[in-house]
T-cell receptor, first 111, second 110 residues
Framework: EDQVTQSPEALRLQEGESSSLNCSYTVSGLRGLFWYRQDPGKGPEFLFTLYSAGEEKEKERLKATLTKKESFLHITAPKPEDSATYLCAVQASGSARQLTFGSGTQLTVLP | DAEITQSPRHKITETGRQVTLACHQTWNHNNMFWYRQDLGHGLRLIHYSYGVHDTNKGEVSDGYSVSRSNTEDLPLTLESAASSQTSVYFC?????????FGPGTRLTVT
């Protein structure tokens, strides 16, 4: 059974204080790992797809990296508008297009 | 711009009633999905479809049904609503890898 565990559950940072969110996964053959951002009362918003270990993707203050067992979402010099819940999901090679989600990390960036 | 919409955005219903949640996408994606999101459980897959007339059960499909008569729409029906089905429901669509989500429907069953 595919599993995704995200840590920490919640993270509070001061504006400008860089940190990382963790996503550990077990899957029978990884087809893709996905990061989403979710604001309160809204649907998840797609951020990144990573396909193989060693791959990195960047978007503004966010950088996602992937190893064979986990992914990190690095947030550099965060701003209050980066506050949101960040979700990680995996797509297994045998499950076609289905995603298995973690429970998310709720990030709060204080001004 | 292409988008995915859900209606209603909020719904209150009584136990035992049939409820249908609508999902409409203009991406022309073949794949569509329904999830529910609850505190402590994250997003869980209810049903999914890979094309017209194709439907499949997900992790938490009991008490729910879907039908796909065209590419754009995948309505989710709760046959006899139960209090355990109080949740936020999200529809998503994809062409291959990335799934794009709608704004969600908050359903309360009293």
């Amino acid at each position: 059974e595919d599993q995704v565990t995200q840590s920490p559950e919640a993270l509070r940072l001061q504006e400008g204080e860089s940190s990382s969110l963790n996503c550990s996964y077990t899957v029978s053959g990884l087809r893709g790992l996905f990061w989403y951002r979710q604001d309160p009362g809204k649907g998840p918003e797609f951020l990144f797809t990573l396909y193989s270990a060693g791959e990195e993707k960047e978007k503004e203050r966010l950088k996602a990296t992937l190893t064979k067992k986990e992914s990190f979402l690095h947030i550099t010099a965060p701003k209050p508008e980066d506050s949101a819940t960040y979700l990680c999901a995996v797509q297994a090679s045998g499950s076609a297009r289905q995603l298995t989600f973690g429970s998310g990390t709720q990030l709060t960036v204080l001004p | 711009d292409a988008e995915i919409t859900q209606s209603p955005r909020h719904k209150i219903t009584e136990t035992g009633r049939q409820v249908t949640l609508a999902c409409h996408q203009t991406w022309n994606h073949n794949n569509m999905f329904w999830y529910r999101q609850d505190l402590g459980h994250g997003l869980r897959l209810i049903h999914y479809s890979y094309g017209v007339h194709d439907t499949n059960k997900g992790e938490v499909s009991d008490g729910y049904s879907v039908s796909r008569s065209n590419t754009e729409d995948l309505p989710l029906t709760l046959e006899s609503a139960a209090s355990s089905q109080t949740s936020v429901y999200f529809c998503a669509s994809s062409s291959d890898y990335e799934q794009y989500f709608g704004p969600g429907t908050r359903l309360t069953v009293t």
